[in-house]
């Protein structure tokens, strides 16, 4: 909020800042600025002659104030010198505000004319008019300068100042007028458009908020009223096209409140009832109006209007400072500067003498400036709330479906689990099957090698197959074993083995935490190292002892397998070489590593070092 009155403050000063540099442009010498002229009433083409009924007048000359049983057309006179006159240079006539439409002879030569002086009229009223003087046509004495008007009454005709000067000299000051009046209407009127269709289509989706969709209507016809201030030909006749626009300012003014005091939570039945009613009387009766009274007309229907309007900030500060609604304070903010804009626009309209001293800029209409503000801020705002309203309803949404989600889950879980234990139910009776099959036949048969072995070498490889055929089956499921248990079983594995083979075996087992495990694959992968390198003894060390050690430092665990044999094999023992090969890979499917030194005995030293990271904790010993 904060920074949006910042913005509004600096929106004012800027105007100012912007209104006091086009009034004072370059200062020169060689400027003709007259403050006095001679006026007739005349629907003449060509300028009257010299013995026609001229009179003076004082610039700016408002007909509604000077004139006001002109109705039509009139011819300006200037009689003047310019002594400092070069003949190298171009000159121009610049025209700051006329209305309706003027064209301009100097010297018995025309020298420019802002279009159509026949229905559609040229709308020249918003826009300044710089006609470039032809070469040899001014002149140092003697010269007369005839400026053409046409105004119907319905139409405020008026004339300011003219000048002749230079024409690089008045350039900058046609072009600023021109930006301002011209430029900056058309650049508002499509930001307006388009604040009016994103609002239109926040109504469409919503349709039950009325506010956005009266708001976004409001911006269409300030849109389309804005057209004024920078066509030149109107699609209507001018009288119509007055009607329509002077009335706009009722119809845009009525959507206004009806939707801002909607927004904020005001709906007061017989305020929205008669401003319903102005936004139909304004156009009816200006429709009605004689031409003559028609500029009166528009004035009281301004004021009627702009009376609503400050009812209107009644009701937004009594909901901003009792219900401490921050929308109805910023709306109370904006639309009181726009509505001081707009009395000074109307003091403009109206030509009330003496009230110069009031304006900002004699010239300048500034609600063109202000609205544009407004439509950006209700517009910011609208949006805000009704993104609010959507991320809420989303986040609500969201939160029923994470709850059905979640409720959906457990439902699936439950199911799952039974699903599992189910089927590991049945995957624990056919493993039993399997491996009493196995046990039954193969294992018959592996055993019955082993006995029937001619020398201790088959012997061993059918020990070891049937060894292997246990494991494969006791040890394919998920759950995690013990490491003393597993530890256990391979102490006992290898004293059948080398006591079968008689090598003694020592084994020292360190580790005395049961909570340390080792999952199915773990085990399996440690038991075939040892299994392996038990092998590799009986088969190559031709050795009478085996010492085991299990050991747990900070970081690993310590696995050390040696013997009292003939150690390393030579490198060209390939049988030797896949062994060894083997127990790398295994080592290396455990995250470990493995080497292989001598031993103190002169034997084999095989150590293995598995991350005790790897390893797994039983539940209990969780904090």
């Not at 001229?54 to 006179?77: F, S």
Request: proline share 4%; glycine share 6%.
């Amino acid at each position: 909020m904060r920074l949006l009155v910042g913005g509004l403050i600096g929106f004012c000063l800027l105007l100012q800042t912007a209104f006091a540099e086009q009034a004072s442009h370059t200062a020169v010498t060689q400027s003709f600025k007259p403050s006095q002229a001679s006026f007739i009433p005349s629907a003449l083409e060509t300028p009257p002659d010299a013995q026609a009924t001229w009179k003076p007048v004082t610039l700016p000359d408002l007909w509604k104030l000077n004139h006001p049983a002109v109705d039509g057309a009139g011819w300006y006179r200037f009689q003047f010198d310019y002594s400092n006159l070069n003949a190298n240079e171009i000159y121009a006539l610049y025209l700051s505000r006329i209305s309706l439409n003027a064209e301009a002879y100097l010297n018995g030569k025309k020298i420019g004319s802002g279009g159509s002086f026949a229905e559609p009229i040229a709308r020249n009223w918003n826009r300044p008019l710089l006609f470039t003087i032809p070469p040899d046509t001014l002149r140092v004495t003697g010269n007369t300068l005839y400026i053409r008007l046409i105004a119907p009454q319905y139409s405020q005709g008026m004339l300011y100042p003219p000048e002749i000067n230079l024409l690089h000299s008045l350039q900058p000051a046609y072009e600023k007028a021109r930006f301002i009046r011209i430029t900056l209407n058309q650049t508002s009127s499509l930001l307006i458009v388009g604040i009016g269709l994103l609002m239109l289509s926040l109504w469409w989706r919503r349709k039950q908020d009325t506010a956005y969709g009266l708001f976004g209507l409001a911006a269409f016809v300030w849109a389309l009223q804005s057209l004024n201030f920078y066509i030149i030909t109107a699609p209507l006749p001018t009288a119509l096209w007055e009607v329509l626009v002077n009335a706009s300012f009722q119809a845009i003014a009525s959507l206004w409140l009806i939707s801002l005091l909607d927004f904020v939570g005001i709906r007061l039945q017989r305020f929205n009832q008669l401003l319903w009613a102005i936004l139909v009387l304004a156009p009816v009766t200006l429709l009605l109006t004689p031409p003559a009274y028609f500029t009166y007309a528009t004035d009281f229907w301004h004021l009627i209007t702009m009376l609503v309007v400050i009812f209107g900030l009644v009701l937004l500060a009594k909901t901003g400072v009792v219900d401490r609604n921050k929308d109805a304070k910023l709306l109370l903010m904006t639309l009181s500067i726009i509505l001081l804009f707009a009395f000074h626009d109307w003091l403009i309209h109206t030509n009330l003498p003496g009230i110069n001293a009031w304006l900002i800029t004699e010239e300048e209409y500034l609600m063109q400036f202000s609205a544009p503000v407004l439509f950006l801020i209700v517009g910011l705002m609208m949006t805000s709330r009704y993104v609010g309203a959507l991320n809420n309803y989303e986040q609500l949404n969201q939160e029923l479906e994470q709850r059905v989600v979640s409720k959906h889950q457990e439902l699936n879980d439950n199911f799952h689990q039974l699903q599992t234990s189910l089927k590991e139910q049945a995957t624990l009776e056919e493993r039993e099957r399997i491996y009493q099959d196995l046990h039954d036949d193969l294992g018959a048969k592996l055993l019955t090698l082993v006995y029937r072995a001619q020398n201790s070498n088959n012997a061993e490889l059918a020990r070891s197959a049937l060894q292997d055929l246990r494991d494969v089956v006791s040890r394919a499921g998920d759950e995690n074993t013990t490491l003393t248990y597993i530890m256990a079983d391979y102490r006992i594995e290898c004293e059948k083995r080398l006591g079968d083979v008689q090598i003694q075996l020592q084994w020292d087992n360190q580790v005395d935490d049961d909570r340390l495990q080792l999952s199915q694959p773990q085990a399996l992968n440690l038991g075939r190292i040892i299994r392996e390198a038990v092998s590799n003894v009986i088969r190559h060390a031709q050795a009478t002892l085996v010492t085991v050690t299990l050991r747990l430092d900070a970081d690993h665990l310590l696995l050390e397998i040696q013997d009292n044999g003939m150690g390393l094999p030579p490198a060209t023992d390939k049988s030797m070489g896949r062994g060894l090969s083997n127990i790398q890979k295994r080592a290396s499917l455990l995250g470990g590593e493995v080497h292989f030194a001598h031993s103190a005995s002169g034997g084999l030293k095989l150590s293995i070092q598995l991350p005790r990271r790897l390893l797994h904790h039983h539940p209990a010993s969780l904090t």
